[in-house]
Structures are given as C-alpha cells and as structure tokens.
Nanobody, 123 residues
C-alpha cells in the first residue's frame, strides 16, 4: 500500500474542500481507511474512518455533519468532502490504511500512512 493524499489548500470559513487518498499500488480495496489531522504542537487526532466495504463510517464529534468520507474501491481511492469549514479545521491531514476491514479510530491501529496535505481555513 502506497498512499498519496491530495486536495488540500486554502479555503475561507464556510467553504469546502475535497481531499483524496489514492493507493498507487491499487490494493486499498477491502482495507479500512481513516483521516487524521495534526496541528503544530499537538498529536494527530482522529477525523473520520470508513470500513473496507464502505458500509460503516465514523466521525469525530468536531466534524460530524460537516465532513463526509467515501470510497471508490474500483479506483482504490478514498475521499474526504469537507464542507462548512472552520478556522479550527486548519491542519495537516493524513490518510491512513490498515490491513483489516474494521475502521478503528486510533493512530496505532493503522499500518500505512500518506504524506499529509495542508488545509488552511481563513476567517
């Protein structure tokens, strides 16, 4: 699994961005995938996760109702649609995958990590 995160950038508060997490090895199908984010001086925090089949999703309370995770297993890609962005969403966003199908929410449960993509939300 080789993950490549993309789609970050600058958005205004209330705006939207869509992040993508693609697996160049095209082996992402069936693996649970999560997005985490990190701000300077803080640990990575869980944002959202999706099961290997896409049938189950989990969200941090801070993004529930605003962010949506989805996946296209045929394209070996997972997406994070971020709407109603807030300045506190500013962070480096990382996608991560694990060998199993269950979408855990802890950093230590994930085996493969992308390089991160910067999201900056201005007020």
């Amino acid at each position: 699994v080789q993950l490549q995160a993309s789609g970050g950038g600058l958005a205004q508060a209330g705006g939207s961005l869509r992040l993508s997490c693609a697996d160049s090895g095209r082996t992402l199908s069936g693996s649970a995938v999560a997005w985490f984010r990190r701000t300077p001086g803080k640990e990575r925090e869980f944002v959202t996760a999706i099961s290997g089949s896409g049938s189950s999703t989990y969200y941090a309370d801070s993004v529930k109702g605003r962010f949506t995770i989805s996946r296209d297993n045929a394209k070996s890609t997972v997406y994070l649609q971020m709407n109603s962005l807030k300045p506190e969403d500013t962070a480096v966003y990382y996608c991560a995958a694990r060998s199993g199908r269950y979408p855990y929410t802890r950093v230590r449960d994930y085996d493969y990590w992308g390089q991160g993509t910067q999201v900056t939300v201005s007020s």
